[in-house]
């Protein structure tokens, strides 16, 4: 199967690495992307949206043979999700790892601080205390010392979905810092964040509680569970 590993803010394809051995080594052929913006030389963010990191997706999945795999971490599930929507029939599954395939015209997040015509990684104080679950000091250094700047237009522009068809195409969360029964009752509770979860015509759910970046807190776990997805 081709797989294609989407990162989520402040991160590039290398931050993948433990992952993508653990999925190439079960026999599948793994492409970690670096998006623009967060590849060695870019400077100037100005400019590039969320759409920009959507194009961005499609030129991979478009030049690969085969139906093709999206997983999509935090903010890399809205583009795998857009991704879907523009690409429905090449698309086997949708994997978004501690993410929520948000409605259309939302954004991934727009309160975070802003620097210039970047988001860099804020201080550890403002994640919450789930966020941060398993992300010892160790591993905080290296997620800093690798982090770059998250153009602001990726975090700020509003979503856009068009076709229909993406609701057929499967869908499995890999929730870690929220429990599987929160999302099932926002979609009972017809929460307008779980709107496009609630029209999904194949939905899974699986915990790996942990933190928020599970591919450093529990590469190994997180990478059976995306086996499991793409086996079921």
């Given at each position: ?79 795998a ?6 690409r429905?029939?090449r ?16 954004c ?106 599970p ?18």
């Amino acid at each position: 199967m081709q797989i294609v590993l989407i990162p989520g803010f402040w991160l590039d394809g290398d931050s993948w690495a433990p992952v993508t051995r653990e999925l190439e080594a079960a026999g599948h052929r793994v492409h970690p992307l670096t998006l623009p913006g967060k590849r060695p030389g870019d400077t100037d963010l100005a400019g590039i949206g969320l759409r920009d990191h959507v194009d961005a997706v499609l030129a991979v999945v478009d030049a690969l043979d085969g139906d093709v795999v999206l997983v999509g971490h935090s903010g890399g599930g809205t583009i795998a999700w857009a991704v879907a929507d523009a690409r429905p029939s090449r698309i086997a599954r949708v994997v978004t790892v501690d993410a929520i395939p948000m409605p259309a015209g939302t954004c991934i997040n727009d309160e975070l601080p802003v620097e210039g015509d970047g988001v860099p990684l804020p201080d550890w104080s403002l994640f919450e205390d789930e966020d941060l679950v398993d992300l010892d000091d160790e591993l905080r250094a290296h997620f800093r010392s690798i982090a770059r700047p998250e153009p602001v237009g990726v975090a700020h522009e509003p979503s856009r979905l068009d076709d229909e068809a993406r609701f057929a195409v499967p869908v499995t969360i890999i929730a870690c810092e929220f429990p599987a029964a929160l999302v099932h009752q926002a979609i009972g509770n017809e929460r307008e964040w779980a709107g496009e979860l609630a029209r999904m015509q194949r939905l899974d759910i699986v915990e790996l509680p942990t933190g928020h970046w599970p591919q450093f807190t529990k590469p190994s776990e997180l990478a059976a569970s995306i086996l499991t997805a793409i086996s079921g």
